[in-house]
Every structure is written in C-alpha cells, then in structure tokens.
C-alpha cells in the first residue's frame, strides 16, 4: 500500500496555464505539507496543513493555493504558470513523531 | 533564526571507504533531528532520528549519527560505503512542539565502484 501518492508523476504545460497535483496519505496522520525541490536539489517548504487547518504558508506567490478537503488529502493548484515553477514538487504527511513521510514527487516543467 | 546547516555540498568517495557528513543546527528549545536520503530519482526517506536519549543513533543499511549538544551537530557516518549509497543526503531539524521541519541544503555523495 502506498502512504503518501501523488498525482500526476510528471506534468509538462506551458506558461500561463493553469494545474493542480493531488496528494493523498493513507496514514492517518494529522499534517500534511507541500515542499518545492528545485534543480539544486534544495528542498523549501511551501504550506502545511494540520487537521485541514493552513498552519505553514511561506513566502510563496499568491499563484499557489493549497486546499485541504480532508485530512488525508491535500492538494495544490498553481495559477499563470511561470518558467520557474518548474520544480519537482513533493507532499508530505507526519504525525506526532515528526518524522516525515514523503510522496514520489511530482515534476513539472513549464515551457 | 532556526537554520540547518550541512557542511559538504559534494562528497566523492570509493567503495569502501569511511563517510562522514556534517551537520549543524541552530535552534532554542528541544530539538528533533533526522537524517533523509534521496535515491537518484527517487523520493526521500528516513535514514534515523533523533529525539532524546542515547545520543549515538543507528539507522537502516548501516548508517548512525551522533547527537553533540555542545557542538550543536548531528553528524552522519558509515565505516564502509557502498556504490548504492549514491545519493543525496539531508539532515533536518523540528523543534519540540513545533511543525516547520528545517532541512540542510543537502549533501551529494557518489561512490566509485
């Protein structure tokens, strides 16, 4: 059983479009986060979302709105696609322990 | 500011040969620690942790660290590596209580075969 998925696995679309990465966790984890891996491989938190409650948001463009329908879901959607958000983007989930489980990623190219 | 610092950003190794990978935090409060690996490719996963307790930690394939709170470091090592240790490694820190899990910038290790 997978804990943490991720859809889609790759994702290429042209600037100015509009898309959204599912991320799903069979856990039963209370905190769920989204995390920006780009080609330096530096890993940056974007949200996070503990019992579908916004607790985490950083410094990121107001084009990225994370919704969290329920706990064991939480998906990102991107607005007006810019070259650099090409990134592979990774969800989350952890309980209590802290200790993260990540899913596969998912890598987008804008061109 | 909470911050996680890994020295290496490249480390080339043989096989065989001993690794360490520096790691220091900086951070008020009790703090949890871990150490990630990224397989090419591939998604992170959790190679040990720590939170309190014995401060020499051991981990899957081998792998331990060592917690010094005077040296505020968290250090990564393998007496033997192997060319399937390719990989980047990430240490990371959480305070106690708290949700935002600081991560290194990341060490890239390649080992010859």
């Known amino acids: 059983d997978t804990a943490v998925s991720q859809t889609p696995k790759y994702l290429v679309t042209q600037m100015g479009n509009d898309k959204s990465i599912k991320c799903e966790q069979n856990l039963g984890h209370d905190t769920m986060y989204w995390y920006k891996q780009d080609s330096k491989k530096f890993l940056k938190i974007m949200f996070s979302y503990n019992n579908k409650e916004l607790i985490i948001n950083e410094t990121v463009p107001n084009r990225f709105s994370p919704k969290s329908p329920d706990k064991a879901h939480l998906n990102l959607h991107i607005n007006s696609l810019e070259l650099g958000d090409s990134a592979v983007y990774f969800c989350?989930?952890?309980?209590?322990?802290?200790?993260?489980?990540f899913g596969p990623g998912t890598r987008l190219t804008v061109t | 500011a909470q911050s996680v610092s890994q020295h290496n950003h490249h480390v080339i190794l043989s096989e065989a040969a001993s690794l360490e990978l520096g790691c220091n935090y900086s951070y008020g409060g009790t703090v949890n620690l871990f150490w990630y690996v990224q397989y090419p490719g591939q998604h992170l996963q959790l190679l040990l942790k720590y939170f309190s307790g014995d401060p020499l930690v051991k981990g899957i394939k081998g792998f331990e660290a060592e917690f010094i709170k005077s040296k505020f470091s968290f250090n990564l090592r393998k007496p033997s590596v192997q060319w399937s240790d390719t990989a980047e490694y990430f240490c990371a820190a959480i305070v106690t209580g708290g949700f935002k899990t600081i991560f290194g910038a990341g060490t890239r290790l390649f080992v010859k075969a």
């Open positions: 989350a989930s952890s309980s209590s322990s802290y200790e993260q489980y």
